[in-house]
């Protein structure tokens, strides 16, 4: 049993996918070709922004929103403290410093009253501006924008939207990557929209942002190639990934999404009863990941040592905090805590909520080409498990 299977997903889609590599290939416009442009107009369209541009990863492409604003020393960026590292490991390349953000039981999701604490604490102590609020649409749910964007608002916030594991959620009529002042996804293979080795892609609607990113992607370029007016980068999209996404994301748009939300659909039938993820009223997740909740770090690794031996792969997806990643001991201390995650006098962590799921997290096979009859093999190994 695949994880992801994404050889599944290639053989459906082998003789459009090979027609489109093939033509990008004998073209000779390996960089930033026609297939690029056409790929940033059909990404705009489908998540209802003004502007898509392209980059190299995901990485890149958050990297490019802080640039945009300008965010260095001396200001504060609030990152979800449960999520993979590169949401925070921008922040400090920057010069910036990243403030951990406690996270939601049900949603993993950036817990908005524990923000509003954050920017209180760092206004209090006076040493970092409060700039941008990082949230996450994580394994495919969009982040809860309106409490966000509350807590944003009272303290003049810019929001970051990390979609990299959300493309294709939706609040409402509104999908992911349209939330944020600037959004950012990535088209890493395991992603819910990904190509075959590293994109990433940048959303917004202003005008002025969305031509510093696309000088900033091309090393700061001006008016041309050998213009060159700011210190930039070099992350750009390949054309050949960029055909591999217009056929892939035309698959996703057309059924993916549907069918991944039948599986997750089956496996809360018949996980009922254990913590399954909650989406709530008016959301959908794109489902980057099923992720369910056991009682114990105990627990957890016997189920998953349980699946291992039937052949059934199962990750944990985050197995430590941000605010205990050894990179962030050489930050200064976190705000209210001692840089190692403790508050002075206290017994529990600054973010219990995420340290706890780190516990206790487990994520199963999931991808929408999984046959429904390979969920329930899934489910009746936890629940022998768990007996």
């Known amino acids: 049993m695949e994880f992801r299977d994404l050889k599944k997903q290639y053989q459906v889609l082998r003789e459009e996918m090979d027609r489109a590599v093939l033509d990008a290939m004998a073209s000779g ?7 690029v ?12 922004v003004k502007h898509c541009l392209t980059c190299a990863n995901g990485t890149d492409a958050l990297t490019l929103a802080l640039k945009a604003w300008g965010i260095g020393p001396g200001d504060a960026v609030f990152v979800p403290d449960f999520t993979f590292f590169s949401s925070a490991e921008v922040v400090p390349l920057e010069g910036a410093e990243p403030v951990f953000v406690d996270v939601c039981e049900e949603t ?38 309106q409490a966000v964007r509350t807590v944003a608002d009272r303290y003049g916030l810019l929001v970051l939207e990390d979609g990299a594991q959300g493309f294709g959620g939706t609040i409402g009529s509104k999908r992911a990557c349209s939330f944020g002042d600037i959004a950012t996804t990535s088209f890493f293979p395991a992603k819910p929209l990904g190509c075959y080795g590293d994109g990433g892609a940048v959303f917004t609607d202003n005008d002025e942002w969305a031509e510093l990113i696309a000088s900033y992607r091309v090393h700061g370029k001006g008016t041309f190639k050998y213009d060159n007016v700011r210190i930039g980068m070099n992350s750009r999209l390949d054309t050949v990934q960029a055909a591999v996404l217009q056929v892939k994301l035309k698959a996703f748009a057309d059924y993916e999404l549907d069918a991944v939300n039948e599986v997750a659909a089956r496996y809360t039938e018949l996980l009922q009863g254990l913590a399954t993820p909650v989406i709530p009223a008016g959301f959908r997740s794109s489902w980057a990941q099923y992720t369910v909740r056991f009682a114990s770090r105990e627990e957890r690794d016997a189920v998953q040592a349980a699946l291992k031996a039937e052949g059934i792969p199962a990750m944990v997806y985050y197995p430590k905090p941000l605010h205990r990643q050894t990179a962030f001991d050489k930050t200064p201390d976190q705000v209210g805590g001692d840089g190692k995650g403790v508050i002075p006098g206290s017994t529990g962590n600054l973010c219990p909520v995420a340290t706890s799921l780190c516990e206790r997290v487990l994520s199963l096979p999931m991808h929408p080409y999984m046959g429904l009859e390979e969920v329930e093999t899934v489910c009746n190994a936890i629940r022998s498990a768990l007996r």
């Open 37 to 48: 442009r056409e790929l940033e107009r059909q990404l705009a369209e489908y998540v209802g």
């Open 108 to 145: 993993f999701n950036i817990d908005a009253s524990d923000l509003e604490r954050a920017v209180q604490e760092v206004l209090a102590e006076g040493r970092l501006r409060p700039r941008v609020v990082v949230a996450v649409d994580l394994f495919g749910l969009p982040a809860d924008y």
């Open 29 to 35: 416009a390996y960089i930033m070709g026609p297939q």
